[in-house]
T-cell receptor
Framework: DTEVTQTPKHLVMGMTNKKSLKCEQH?????MYWYKQKAKKPPELMFV???????INESVPSRFSPECPNSSLLNLHLHALQPEDSALYLC???????????????FGPGTRLTVT | AQSVSQHNHHVILSEAASLELGCNYS??????LFWYVQYPGQHLQLLLK??????LVKGIKGFEAEFIKSKFSFNLRKPSVQWSDTAEYFC??????????????FGKGTKLSVKP
């Protein structure tokens, strides 16, 4: 199984709502990632979890809060978002070797988020 | 800091034409190199990767890429494109060692349109 799944596929939320995006993989990968992709742009890294610990936070506003409950799951909690946060949110996972050399990243289909 | 340049923003080809998409990166250390493809409305898929060894790598769907270390390049090629190759193509790089492990840096992408 080389699949990364994400739910929901689409999400519309108001600026005062609280919602969560979910990501799951069963490939035994120990690194998981959140990216944000605006239309016609490359993905931008938001967060990296390595062995369930947050290892990289690319200066993301606190209205985005990641959580890694276990090695297969990754959540992104959303609160008080702005319309400019509307984008495709991608989850990815990769193997991490003992030497810390990352393998290729497998991407999920993304959640299309619209903030009204 | 690492950066990735894709020189062609939009490439338009007729079916059966040959394709070469340029990718250059700036990083002095050892890198892993990737090409990802994003078909319209679909998620990012790995086309091919280079970690070490033979600098000419073959990927899925008849694509190949050549790593030229002296030129910091990893150009994507296909001898004969098909209409179904219409997609956005992203070159990506990550450092094999150091503080940015796992941090994939994407190029801005090249949109390929193949006319039937």
């Amino acid at each position: 199984d080389t699949e990364v799944t994400q739910t929901p596929k689409h999400l519309v939320m108001g600026m005062t709502n609280k919602k969560s995006l979910k990501c799951e993989q069963h490939m035994g990968h120990r690194a998981m990632y959140w990216y944000k992709q605006k239309a016609k742009k490359p993905p931008e890294l938001m967060f990296v979890y390595s062995y369930e610990k947050l290892s990289i936070n690319e200066s993301v506003p606190s209205r985005f809060s990641p959580e890694c409950p276990n090695s297969s799951l990754l959540n992104l909690h959303l609160h008080a978002l702005q319309p400019e946060d509307s984008a495709l949110y991608l989850c990815a996972s990769s193997q991490e070797s003992l030497a810390g050399v990352p393998g290729e990243q497998y991407f999920g289909p993304g959640t299309r988020l619209t903030v009204t | 800091a690492q950066s990735v340049s894709q020189h062609n923003h939009h490439v338009i080809l007729s079916e059966a034409a040959s394709l070469e998409l340029g990718c250059n990166y700036s990083y002095g250390g050892t890198v892993n190199l990737f090409w990802y493809v994003q078909y319209p409305g679909q998620h990012l898929q790995l086309l091919l990767k280079y970690f070490s060894g033979d600098p000419l790598v073959k990927g899925i769907k008849g694509f190949e890429a050549e790593f030229i270390k002296s030129k910091f390049s990893f150009n994507l090629r296909k001898p004969s494109v098909q209409w179904s190759d219409t997609a956005e193509y992203f070159c990506a790089v990550n450092a094999r060692y150091g503080g940015s492990q796992g941090n994939l840096i994407f190029g801005k992408g090249t949109k390929l349109s193949v006319k039937p």
